[in-house]
């Protein structure tokens, strides 16, 4: 059985629920559960059931929404003797960003109810840094990031926080590409279809909920 979800977030997203009800009613599951959980602000959940076979995966849900912010910047000037130099300037005004959906994260984990009790979760724990000049980008993932483990903790969930370079290194991807993932995501589940750029969050989340399945002993522990 094999479920996809594609990046029509808000079309989509209650089509998918209703698929993944109807695929998880009356589920009796027999084997190991592994979940996957890219949390970058655009990441990705992936699902793998052993048995009954089962494959999802689907974006985090987020939304946009228009915030007033006042930021810095540098712009080129030209001088009064033809140079052109940097200077530094305040600029103000709407900016579109991006955040989780809370409440479809907890609908969503509402409907994946069914698999709790025999899955472990693999949630990314991100980098302790992303290198020079990207502190900015950093604040944005570790934002992303800090919500899930009292999110899961909470809810029931039993999780593990392997680093990339770990979990990376177990799947042949250290120092590999983004595309590499997608390609061996493809290779496992071609019907996925997960053949754009844009797919490599999906792509890395399936991956850490195969190693979740794989490493997953819950099926085998009374709870």
């Known amino acids: 059985m094999?479920?996809?979800?594609?990046?029509?977030?808000?079309?989509?997203?209650?089509?998918?629920l209703q698929a993944w009800i109807g695929m998880l009613d009356g589920i009796k599951v027999t084997g190991r559960v592994g979940i996957g959980i890219d949390p970058g602000a655009?990441?990705?959940?992936?699902?793998?059931?052993?048995?009954?076979?089962?494959?999802?995966?689907?974006?985090?849900?987020?939304?946009t929404h228009t915030v007033h912010r006042t930021r810095f910047a540098r712009v080129k000037v030209k001088t009064k003797d033809g140079s052109v130099?940097?200077?530094?300037?305040?600029?103000?005004?709407?900016?579109?960003?991006?955040?989780?959906?809370?409440?479809?994260i907890a609908i969503l984990f509402q409907v994946l109810r069914p698999l709790r009790k025999h899955a472990v979760v693999?949630?990314?724990?991100?980098?302790?840094?992303?290198?020079?000049?990207?502190?900015?980008?950093e604040l944005k993932l570790r934002e992303a990031w800090a919500m899930w483990p009292l999110f899961l903790r909470g809810t029931g969930w039993s999780f593990q926080e392997p680093r990339a370079f770990m979990w990376k290194?177990?799947?042949?991807?250290?120092?590999?590409k983004k595309k590499n993932s997608r390609d061996l995501v493809n290779e496992?589940?071609?019907?996925?279809?997960?053949?754009?750029?844009?797919?490599?969050?999906?792509?890395?989340?399936?991956?850490?909920?195969?190693?979740?399945?794989?490493?997953?002993?819950?099926?085998?522990?009374s709870r």
């Not at 094999?2 to 998918?16: E, H, I, P, S």
């Not at 693999?122 to 980008?137: D, F, Q």
């Open 188 to 221: 496992k589940w071609p019907d996925l279809g997960l053949t754009m750029a844009k797919d490599h969050d999906k792509a890395e989340a399936l991956l850490l909920a195969e190693l979740a399945m794989e490493r997953n002993q819950a099926c085998l522990v």
């Open 85 to 104: 130099r940097r200077k530094r300037v305040k600029k103000s005004g709407p900016v579109n960003t991006t955040v989780f959906d809370l409440d479809k």
């Open 169 to 176: 290194k177990v799947c042949g991807l250290t120092g590999k």
């Open 42 to 63: 655009t990441g990705a959940i992936g699902i793998l059931v052993e048995a009954p076979a089962l494959v999802g995966v689907v974006d985090i849900p987020t939304y």
């Open 2 to 16: 094999l479920m996809a979800v594609g990046d029509k977030k808000k079309q989509l997203f209650r089509d998918t």
């Open 122 to 137: 693999y949630l990314e724990h991100p980098p302790s840094t992303l290198g020079p000049g990207k502190a900015a980008a």
